[in-house]
């Protein structure tokens, strides 16, 4: 250990003793809040989630971690002795804000109920213990929901989704005849990416009309879950597994748009957009390899905002030529600015000039207060992940978007930048002159995220899109030549015995 000069060590003890004496509220364990999908057992999901918000014994929300060593801890465990299941319950996420993430995921289902106890220390937290009367599913038990209206309510789904609404105006009524015609012709080339999918009885087909069609992996698997969890209607579409979104003919043009499905959408292009492969593919997958999510990152937000670097911040791929140019900026500003390429593939002939930055874990982004979210090839699929933490973000202009971008405002829930960067700097240093004002729009578009981005709305959107493109076709699905059959995943070593009515299948 160091020794300190005694000049120093006497304030500092005045300081701690002056900490100390602050009246820290502590935590009432009664008057704390539980809520959320993951205490129903209708709400089937990957992992499923809960949310907890520390509140005083005076009643008062805390805003802060709660002081001291006390933990909140939570059992689950199946409502009968006789029933054995695993079930994943890891340490609850710290959202450093008074509030709690839980997160569990079962690996089988149970029959009778699960029963979820909350402590902090050993006092019960809220209602604890909740008991989910069952049969509680698991994520890979395949027992569709048969009444589709029943399951959106059990999720409170959204009544109307804006960007859903909006995709589909361009389609009042879809030909799948002109589709069958149209789409192989223009984009279904060798180069291409596109996958066709029929649903039949809640069965899927597909034939891959190109040769990059590997990302298939990501459609499969969210239809697949969709079909565990609720009938889906009978449908014929096109997915675009590709970066870029395909559609550019105008709606008054004839011959019209076709309504293409693609994960990213773009001002010019009439694409139907779902949530990006990223986003689902880490929902479905959480806690099971996948680290980054849409939950886990919420408990890693680095430390409180007066701790971080006061700088911006970026790492990523060479996708766009504004990164580069972001690394030029840092150069020149390295007291406003760290930004560097990790990876050089589409300007190898820079790496020489700009060199190549360590990479560093995601969650180690939020050590600086400020983010830089630049597109890649499209949008940049960090954003949500960005948006979920506690920095403040600087986002490009763009005339690419997901799925949720509608309900972020700039200004409200981030700083909107130029598309060529000319403002970047000027952005920061407003940003820190404006400490108060930055962090309130950082807290905003971080509780404007957590809403927007929570895992069951993921499937709630998945399945407005599905539900709104039905409606809409003018004939009958048909499975096609060529197409076969994607079978759900084998779970033979899980129990599941589903206790709702099966919507009657035909075999192949
Ligand atoms: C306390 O927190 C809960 C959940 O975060 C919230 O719904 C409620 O409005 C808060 N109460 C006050 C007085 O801020
Ligand atoms: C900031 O960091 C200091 C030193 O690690 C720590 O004592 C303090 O609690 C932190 N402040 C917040 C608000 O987290
Ligand atoms: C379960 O699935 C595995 C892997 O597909 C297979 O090898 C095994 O034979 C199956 N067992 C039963 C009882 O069906």
Not at 278 to 291: F, I, K
Not at 330 to 345: H, M, R, V
Not at 351 to 360: D, N, P, R, S, V
Not at 441 to 448: M, N
Request: include cysteine; glycine fraction near 6%; charge should be neutral.
């Amino acid at each position: 250990m160091r020794r300190l000069p005694w000049a120093l060590l006497l304030p500092l003890q005045l300081v701690l003793l002056v900490v100390t004496r602050a009246p820290e509220a502590p935590v009432s364990a009664p008057r704390s809040l539980v809520w959320g999908p993951g205490l129903q057992a209708g709400v089937v999901l990957p992992v499923r989630y809960f949310y907890l918000q520390a509140v005083s014994s005076e009643g008062q929300n805390l805003t802060r971690s709660p002081p001291g060593q006390t933990l909140f801890k939570v059992v689950v465990k199946s409502l009968s002795p006789k029933e054995l299941v695993r079930i994943h319950v890891p340490k609850p996420l710290d959202r450093n804000d008074g509030t709690f993430l839980i997160r569990y995921r079962m690996y089988e289902t149970v029959i009778e109920g699960l029963k979820i106890d909350i402590l902090y220390g050993d006092e019960h937290v809220a209602q604890s213990p909740y008991i989910l009367k069952g049969p509680v599913y698991h994520e890979y038990c395949d027992c569709p929901e048969e009444n589709p209206q029943t399951w959106q309510k059990t999720l409170s789904c959204p009544t109307e989704e804006p960007q859903i609404a909006k995709d589909f105006a361009s389609f009042p009524s879809i030909n799948l005849q002109q589709m069958l015609t149209e789409v192989p012709k223009r984009f279904g080339d060798e180069r291409g990416a596109i996958v066709h999918y029929t649903i039949l009885k809640n069965h899927i087909y597909r034939r891959s009309l190109g040769k990059y069609t590997d990302f298939k992996m990501f459609s499969d698997e969210i239809l697949l879950s969709l079909a565990r969890k609720v009938l889906l209607p009978d449908l014929e579409f096109y997915i675009n597994l590709g970066d870029w979104p395909l559609e550019h003919r105008k709606v008054n043009e004839t011959p019209g748009p076709l309504p293409i499905i693609s994960w990213c959408g773009s001002l010019d292009s009439r694409d139907v957009i779902l949530p990006t492969y990223d986003v689902t593919h880490s929902t479905l997958e959480a806690m099971r390899g996948v680290t980054n999510d849409l939950l886990s990152i919420q408990g890693n937000t680095g430390p409180s905002w007066i701790n971080k670097t006061e700088k911006a911040f970026f790492r990523g791929r060479d996708s766009r030529e504004e990164r580069l140019q972001l690394v030029q900026l840092s150069k020149e500003n390295p007291q406003l600015l760290d930004a560097g390429i990790t990876g050089y593939f589409f300007f190898q002939e820079k790496e020489k000039e700009l060199g190549k930055a360590k990479l560093i874990g995601f969650f180690d982004f939020f050590q600086y207060k400020y983010q830089v979210n630049v597109d890649g090839t499209v949008a940049a699929y960090r954003y949500p992940y960005l948006m979920l933490g506690d920095s403040l973000v600087l986002k490009q202009d763009s005339p690419y978007y997901e799925h949720f971008y509608m309900a972020l405002m700039p200004w409200k829930h981030y700083v909107p930048i130029k598309r060529n960067l000319g403002d970047l700097l000027e952005k920061i240093k407003w940003a820190k002159e404006n400490d108060e004002e930055a962090k309130r729009i950082a807290k905003e578009g971080q509780l404007t995220a957590r809403d927007l981005l929570q895992p069951h709305r993921l499937y709630c959107y998945y399945y407005g899109v599905l539900q709104k493109y039905a409606e809409r076709q003018s004939s009958k699905p048909e499975i096609r030549e060529g197409m076969e059959l994607v079978p759900q995943p084998d779970d033979n070593t899980s129990f599941c015995q589903c206790h709702r009515k099966r919507p009657s299948r035909e075999e192949l």
